[in-house]
């Protein structure tokens, strides 16, 4: 599968299809966990100064585009990123896939406040018939109980491990305990189990193909704007990074 380099992140070329059946090949394939990755413009920016952060991320099992402005940044360097893959849609493509393949599949959920996982488990029960909850847990835990919470999942041995963490401590988390979990599959999905406990609504699907959705959470929740402040950066970079290659 090819891969396209956005300032030092590799992404894999995919579609939410595609990325679900490699998901679901992971199920399938044995061996050692599986770690999969969603980054946004932010997190790529992140990775630009936290050098761990950014192995991770480009040591990751599949490593998919969450950003239109990822998407846009490849089209500007010549790459061949065909959308967005929103974390969120990635794991709803797959309880899908594996919901209409008859295959049962047990999910622990992390993050989120007090009650939200435990939420988000009861909806995705209830709309994909192949989804058991092996277990529930709220992000509330400092560091010095990381390696506890990691063997308290690794009690439950899930298929799936959704982490909601929030980057880079969602990833970090993954890499440094996935061995532990022993989920074979665990993917980084950010404030997705909000979404799925009805917390938090996504933008409309028309605002979402028009490549808004980050204006729409911004509107609904101002104190982003901190974060967003990453996005100009972000372009300035992609643009510098044009003329460069260009140049060569």
């Known amino acids: 599968m090819s891969k396209t380099n956005i300032l030092g ?3 894999d070329n995919v579609t939410p299809d595609t990325a679900a ?3 679901c090949g992971f199920l399938d394939g044995g061996g050692s966990p599986r770690l999969v990755v969603t980054p946004n413009p932010e997190m790529v920016m992140a990775a630009q100064t936290d050098k761990d952060f950014r192995r991770i991320l480009n040591t990751a099992d599949l490593c998919v585009p969450d950003g239109i402005g990822v998407v846009a940044a490849s089209k500007i360097l010549g790459g061949g990123l065909v959308c967005r893959v929103a974390g ?12 209409q393949e008859g295959r049962g599949c047990s ?8 009650g939200v996982a435990r939420r988000a488990g009861l909806m995705l029960r209830r709309k994909y018939n192949a989804v058991s909850i092996a277990g529930t847990l709220d992000g509330y835990f400092g560091d010095d109980h990381a390696a506890d919470i990691a063997a308290q999942i690794g009690s439950a041995a899930p298929d799936i491990l959704l982490v909601g963490l929030g980057f880079p401590k969602q990833e970090k988390f993954i890499a440094a305990f996935k ?5 074979k599959v665990s993917i980084g999905c950010g404030g997705s189990l909000d979404v799925f406990a009805g917390e938090v609504a996504r933008a409309p699907r028309l605002v979402r193909r028009l490549g808004l959705e980050w204006l729409y959470r911004l509107a609904k ?3 982003r704007l901190g974060r967003m402040m990453a996005l100009p950066v972000f372009a300035l970079l992609i643009i510098r990074d044009k003329f460069r290659r260009h140049k060569v």
């Open 21 to 23: 059946r490699r998901v």
């Open 179 to 183: 061995a532990v979990c022993r989920a």
């Open 88 to 99: 969120i849609e990635l794991v709803e493509a797959t309880f899908q896939r594996l919901s």
């Open 9 to 11: 992140v590799n992404f």
């Open 107 to 114: 999910v622990y959920l992390l993050g989120g406040k007090p």
């Open 221 to 223: 929740q101002p104190s």
